[in-house]
């Protein structure tokens, strides 16, 4: 599948080609400190199918089993774009929030779920509104 991004100021802009069977919700520490949320969700892409414009700063740090990662982001921004081996870059893990077909690549697998949210299953019982907080149907 071919798909395209851009960073939320456009400085960025990303085409690759991906198989849709490999996204994958994260919810490690790492991801939900690095993403502010609860999870992260990710697609692995091997490099040379990942074309970008722009030049991504990258926030490199040890993982646990002691391989350097750099997690690129807009430094215009601060658009999470994708992680990848800082030493040794062959896969990139694109971020699903700056690809502009994220509502066509649901996950296929969730990772480290001992580190899930335990209120996550529950969110389907909540009110919902289609439009932000200050919209009429907040209770």
């Known amino acids: 599948m071919q798909i395209t991004g851009q960073c939320h100021c456009g400085a960025i802009s990303m085409s ?13 520490s790492d991801c939900q400190v690095l993403s502010g949320a609860p999870m992260r969700a990710m ?12 030049s991504p700063r990258h926030y490199v740090k040890r993982t646990g089993n002691h391989k350097w990662h750099a997690h690129a ?4 921004c601060g658009t999470q774009l994708y992680a990848c081996d800082a030493e040794s870059p062959s896969i990139y893990n694109l971020r699903l929030g700056w690809i502009n077909e994220r509502d066509q690549l649901p996950p296929m697998l969730q ?7 335990p209120w ?20």
């Open 16 to 28: 690759a080609y991906v198989d849709p069977s490999r996204v994958v919700v994260c919810h490690c």
């Open 43 to 54: 697609l692995p892409v091997p490099a040379e199918h990942v074309e970008l414009t722009g």
């Open 73 to 76: 982001f807009c430094s215009r």
């Open 111 to 117: 990772i480290w779920t001992r580190s899930a949210m």
């Open 120 to 139: 996550l299953h529950e969110l389907d019982a909540l009110p919902a509104c289609d439009k932000g907080v200050h919209d009429p149907c907040r209770v």
